[in-house]
């Protein structure tokens, strides 16, 4: 169970893995989420879906190693299994219990920065399967950080790429593209969704609010233990404590306080970077003395 189907580098420090959880795969829903434990005691740690396929039984996750637990997931490889998958948790996207009639006359545009193009793919996907019109701005600092391009280009009705350095289509943020797109193209656009770094889906709804164009985001980068008992996810939405693990991780951009989010985002720093030094140095240990061993 848990197999590793394959596994593809997107880039130099982000992998696309399918993972054998048929349960998983069968009532995975756009917008939710699963907890990934690559090995026995090891650290919970939660991944936005980018994927599912049901007949295959087969889910889809994308990771990027930015520390310890990252790295162990992105050193796995085809054919190697996780200890433990859970899921589907967190509450699909608000548009997953509308009909098709209800969503007649919306055309959506997803905000898709860096990793977090992944998780927009199953809600595009989803959406243009139902003929829901669908535009998807793709973002990242430079060309060859941009992922998931092909298969996004085929499940939207236009598809704008955006990179910090102009090294591909439109040169600036994210923000400056949608706000081209509706002010300069003359797009009309009934609702926007947001999924990336809490910094671009911060200005995305600051962004979307000065246009008028109501806006979700996704709050999947504070969460640590997934079920709402650590409390790390706690974020105020519309004045209200909330928690993204067990109440998202999908709300309305306008009412997140995103300077309080990015503060807690960064509670853990001090401890991930010991982490990560602690790491490095058995990794080193490890090294000189199974050589030793062998002798």
């Known amino acids: 169970m848990f197999e590793i189907i394959s596994k593809e580098m997107l880039s130099p420090a982000v992998c696309r893995m399918e993972v054998y959880a048929p349960r998983l795969a069968e009532s995975a829903r756009p917008g939710q989420f699963l907890i990934v434990i690559p090995e026995d005691h090891g650290e919970r740690i939660p991944l936005t879906i980018s994927d599912y396929n049901a007949e295959k039984g087969t889910v889809t996750i994308v990771t990027q190693r930015i520390g310890v637990s990252t790295g162990e997931i992105c050193a796995l490889e085809q054919g190697d299994r996780f200890a433990d998958v859970t899921g589907p948790l967190g509450c699909p996207s608000e548009f997953v219990v509308k009909s098709a009639v209800e969503l007649s006359g919306e055309h959506y545009i997803f905000i898709a920065g860096g990793v977090g193009t992944a998780p927009v793919y199953p ?21 060859e950080l941009l992922i998931y391009k092909e298969q996004m280009a085929e499940v939207c009705d236009n598809l704008f790429i955006c990179t910090d350095d102009g ?39 600051l962004t979307a609010k000065k246009l008028g164009l109501p806006i979700t985001v996704s709050l999947n980068t504070l969460m640590v ?23 998202g991780p999908e709300f309305n951009g306008y009412d997140v306080d995103f300077d309080e989010a990015m503060r807690r985002q960064g509670m853990y720093r001090t401890q991930e970077k010991e982490a990560e030094t ?13 050589p030793q061993e062998k002798a």
Do not use: N, W
């Open 278 to 290: 602690e790491y490095e140095h058995e990794c080193r240990i490890g090294r000189t003395s199974r």
């Open 225 to 247: 233990d997934g079920t709402g008992m650590c409390g790390a996810c706690r974020v105020t939405v519309a004045g209200k404590t909330r928690f993204a693990c067990v109440e």
């Open 167 to 205: 090294s591909e289509g439109f040169k600036g943020m994210v923000t400056g593209l949608l706000e081209k797109l509706v002010t300069e193209d003359g797009r009309r656009y009934t609702q926007a969704v947001a999924i990336g770094p809490m910094i671009m889906m911060k200005f995305a709804s």
């Open 123 to 143: 809600q595009a996907r989803y959406l243009h399967s139902l003929g829901v019109p669908v535009d998807v701005i793709i973002g990242a600092k430079t060309a």
